[in-house]
């Protein structure tokens, strides 16, 4: 028996493809997040990173388009990548961490904005995806 089978019987973990050339241009190249977004529009951790550096400044409603614009973005890659609708995203993958940063990103600023139901809805999303993610970004 295999140490990763899933005894619970429950999806696998999905775990999204990892492109070097915008992890690339965030460290080596000194690119900012607005232009890997511009040139990866499906890169969630670009618009993570404008949605953190948008709340930092006090800017809540730029922060939460930021952050609804990488969610959607990394949805449509999760089912791209096999996922239905539900199961794991472990925080450890480094392609599955953009969009835990932007589901956490869009919880904080609904709560900013007083969208109690819709932070609620993405808190509960973010931890039944990843413990470790919660445990991590819900501070």
């Not at 472990?90 to 600023?109: K, Q, V």
Request: glycine residues 8%.
């Amino acid at each position: 028996m295999s140490i990763h089978q899933n005894l619970l019987g429950g999806p696998e973990p999905t775990r999204l493809p990892e492109d070097e050339q915008p992890y690339r241009m965030l460290g080596e190249e000194s690119a900012s997040p607005t232009q890997v977004a511009a040139a990866f529009p499906t890169f969630s951790l670009a618009w993570a990173m404008l949605a953190d550096d948008a709340f930092d400044a006090g800017r809540v409603v730029e922060s939460y388009a930021y952050a609804r614009t990488g969610y959607h973005r990394g949805l449509d890659s999760l089912r791209r990548a096999g996922w239905k609708g539900h199961g794991p995203v472990p925080w450890e993958h480094r392609g599955n961490r953009g969009f835990l940063r932007c589901l956490a990103g869009l919880a904080r600023a609904a709560e900013a904005i007083q969208e109690t139901e819709e932070a609620e809805r993405c808190w509960t999303f973010l931890k039944d995806s990843s413990a470790e993610a919660y445990a991590e970004l819900k501070q």
